[in-house]
């Protein structure tokens, strides 16, 4: 199974912003990846996705807000945080095949 782990998160006032990262443990230069979160009560939903060759999609409630950015040398993705919401509160969570990041908590709050 790929392993994930995940840095970043935190507490940011809404409007502010926050960079996730996530890295595997072998190269995921071939696949694509995704962010998704998980709001308490709420199903796990899919934020953003980038594919091998670079092209990407938003959750048309992240969009024009988000960023999800990959590094094939370093086999990091990220996602770009701005603008943020209280309504963007959840545990965001890395993943690609099998595998999922450990989870990370963003709370937007002032």
């Known amino acids: 199974q790929v392993q994930l782990v995940q840095s970043g998160g935190g507490l940011v006032q809404p409007g502010g912003s926050m960079r996730l990262s996530c890295t595997s443990s072998g190269s995921f230069r071939i696949y694509a990846l995704w962010w998704y979160r998980q709001a308490p009560g709420k199903q796990r939903e899919l934020v953003a996705s980038v594919t091998a060759g670079g092209s990407t999609n938003y959750a048309d409630s992240v969009k024009g807000r988000f960023t999800i950015s990959r590094d094939n040398a370093k086999n990091m993705v990220y996602l770009q945080m701005d603008s943020l919401k209280p309504e963007d509160t959840a545990v965001y969570y890395c993943?690609?095949?099998?595998?999922w990041g450990q989870g990370t908590q963003v709370t937007v709050s002032s």
């Open positions: 993943h690609y095949r099998d595998g």
